[in-house]
Structure formats: C-alpha cells, structure tokens
C-alpha cells in the first residue's frame, strides 16, 4: 500500500516561487501544507509515499529545493529517500534535480556537524 | 495683522507657475533592438530620461527598419516610469517594423500621432507585476504557443521557459531591489512568431542588477578592486553557479545556472542577457562589456515547438 500525491491535482497545476512572500503556490507552501503532512502520514502508517510530478505546467528550481530540501533540513534525509518514490514523464531529469536537493541537504547537515 | 503683513503672507504663498512642458523630438534608433544594437539603445534610454524628466517626447520612429519585442518591453518599462511625461510617436516607413509595432501594443503607452490602422493589434502579450505570478506565467506561454504554432502544446520548451520565468520574477524579490523587503516591478513578453514557429520571450527588471547583489569572497572582491575581472567574467561565473547568493544559503542560487544549463541543452534558444554593462549572447559564447550601462536586467529568448 502507498500513499499517492500528485502535485499538478492535490495542489497546483502552476507551481510558483521559493517562498509564501514572493507569490502563490510557492514551495514552502507546498511543503508545509502538502507535503510534510503526507510525509508524517506515510512513516506513521508505514507506507510509502508515491509523488507524481506530471500534469503540471513547470517547475522552477527554487520551488522544488524549498519542498524537497526544505524537508530534507527538517527530517532525517534518509528516511525521506527511502518513503519517498518521485515520478515523473513530462521531464524524469526532475526526479533526479529533486533527489540532488535532498542529498545537499543531507551533505549540508553532515557538514555542520562536522564544524 | 496689519494689510502690510496679509500682503506679504499672500506673497510668499504665491508660487511662480511651471514653465508649461514643450514637445521635443527624440529620433530612435534604426535597430530598435536591445539584442542587435545595444549600445545605441542605451543611449537612447539615456536620452530618454535626461530629456524626459522636463519636456514631452515625441519619438520619431519613420526610419526605422528593424524592431524586437525586448526593446518594445524595455520602452514601456521606461515610459512607466514618466507619468508625468506624454510621449507620441509616428509609424516607420518600413512595413516590418511597421506591423510589429501596431501588433505589440506599443500605441497603448505611445499616443500617436497619426490615426492607427485597424487590425490585430497587441498580438505580443505584455504583464508587469512585483509578485512571482505563476498563473501570468502560464498566461504569456499558451498565449505565445497558440499564435505561433496554433494550438497548445507542452514541451520540453514550454517547461524550461516556465522555470525561467518563475525563478525571474523570483530574482526581483532577491536582488533587483538590493534589499529583502523592497520589490521591484518586472515585465514580461510573449510573441509567437508564426512565420519563423517561434515564439520569442523578455523579461526585464529596472533594479540594481545582477551584480550588486551577488556574494563575493574578500578574495574576489580584491581581485576585482585591482582591475582582474569585470562584470561580463563575473556573470560566466554566476552562470556556471560558481558565485554564491546574496543570502549565503548554499542551496539558494540555483535558477540563473538552471536558466543556463536549459539554452546549453536547447530548450531556451536564442538566450540574450544584458545586465547593467555586459551584454552576453549565450550560444555563441560571447559576453562583452558595454560603454553605456543598461538600467536593469534584460532576459531574451526563444522556443520552437
């Protein structure tokens, strides 16, 4: 069983900036009130959590850092690679843009311990 | 208080009326093009201002022979700035020129000084805004993509320019106003060329630029006081993702590299930026420095289907 989220249908077909303050359907707004929520629900239940990238006009870089790497410096890094299963094929290079974010802030983390 | 008095009052109330603003002519270029003649151009801004900030303008536009959508955007920019200053114009001799002028709404920030021909006319899409507007960003896409190709259609293009445009109008929060909290206003074009199936996108900000607002190490910073470096190396640097953003996040910065990992993969053809002195033609490579700075930050581009 799994949990399944689309972006373009449970959010916004037009996904815009980084942050609340630049404009609508930005990435934190996404992470706060889309995603994380399906994230806690997904390791609370066990399952994982299927995110479908298609349908939606684009993606800009600063939206998806902010959702995905944004969550990566909240939670542990690793857990979100293993619940977490990203598709995409309109464009499937995001798949691997958004997993880089992850793994930065995976890094960035190890990093400042390490100082 | 005696008369004496009241009269002096009344005097030094008494303000002595503005000179009455004359119409001075202002001939433009004949490449009305940032992108093939900025240098030109941007002494026409110049012009502009100086001789806008106390008279009207009228532009004499009958020699003209070539004339782009960025500079049309980067016009309006500027005359949004006057409003306190009319500014009319007359029509080009040139039929090109001509018709790409009555299509791009141009007479909507222009009076004209000759009765317009009907026709279709603003063809090219036009927004400005001081917020990141995903849905003017869709807008100006299906716009462009159905003049020039006739029916929507998804693409690889149409996804890159989207991300453009987003992480443009983002840009405005983040440098262009060189602090937090104050926003620039940008504006941004659509025309879809559907004799060249293309459709040719700008975007333009009237802030500090690019390079007031980027993070250098003291190192850089000395290198660049003793004269190594100059804005056109810099900007090959901040595309190459080499400079690190102003907020000295390390994940902050991407969307400048994306913009240019997207004309290097092809899907944003044709990329022109010109930010204060460097004007750089990305495909070919070439990044140059320019005698008269352009006020702002000017993306060009163009997507086939």
């Known amino acids: ?115 | 208080m005696s008369d004496l008095q009241r009269r002096t009052r009344v005097k030094a109330r008494y303000k002595a009326p503005r000179p009455k603003r004359k119409f001075v002519d202002l001939p433009v270029p004949a490449k009305f093009s940032i992108i093939n003649n900025p240098e030109e151009m941007n002494v026409f801004f110049q012009k502009l201002a100086r001789r806008g900030a106390s008279n009207h303008i009228s532009l004499d536009l009958t020699g003209v022979s070539l004339i782009t959508t960025e500079a049309i955007a980067a016009l309006t920019a500027k005359l949004s700035s006057m409003r306190s200053t009319t500014v009319r114009g007359n029509l080009p001799v040139d039929n090109c020129a001509r018709q790409v002028l009555l299509q791009s709404g141009f007479f909507e920030h222009v009076r004209s000084v000759t009765p317009l021909p009907q026709g279709q006319l603003g063809k090219i899409k036009e927004r400005n805004s001081k917020q990141v507007e995903a849905t003017t960003a869709r807008e100006l896409i299906e716009c462009g993509v159905s003049q020039a190709f006739g029916n929507l259609i998804k693409s690889d293009a149409t996804r890159a320019t989207y991300m453009a445009l987003i992480e443009l109008m983002g840009n405005t929060h983040n440098h262009a106003s060189g602090k937090r909290l104050e926003v620039e206003p940008w504006w941004a074009t659509a025309y879809g060329d559907a004799v060249r199936k293309r459709v040719c996108y700008s975007f333009l900000d009237t802030g500090v630029g690019i390079f007031k607002s980027v993070k250098m190490s003291p190192f850089q910073r000395t290198f660049r006081k003793l004269g190594f470096g100059n804005n056109a190396q810099l900007l090959k640097e901040i595309l190459a993702g080499l400079i690190e953003s102003r907020t000295g996040l390390p994940y902050r910065g991407k969307g400048l590299p994306t913009i240019y990992q997207k004309s290097q993969g092809g899907d944003l053809k044709s990329l022109f930026i010109i930010a204060n002195d460097v004007f750089a033609d990305i495909p070919n490579g070439v990044y140059r420095t320019l005698e008269t700075p352009f006020p702002g930050t000017l993306f060009y581009w163009e997507c086939e289907e």
């Open chain 1, 1 to 115: 069983m799994a949990i399944n989220l689309s972006i373009a249908k449970d959010f916004s077909e037009t996904p815009g900036p980084r942050s609340r303050e630049e404009g609508k359907f930005s990435g934190d707004e996404f992470r706060e009130e889309v995603l994380q929520p399906a994230f806690l629900k997904a390791i609370g239940t066990g399952q994982l959590l299927e995110i479908d990238m298609d349908g939606a006009v684009g993606y800009a870089t600063s939206f998806l850092e902010s959702a995905f790497g944004g969550l990566a410096r909240e939670y542990d890094p690793g857990k979100i690679i293993e619940t977490i299963r990203l598709t995409c094929k309109d464009e499937p290079s995001l798949v691997n843009e958004v997993v880089g974010y992850i793994r930065e802030a995976r890094d960035e983390k190890v990093q400042r311990r390490l100082r």
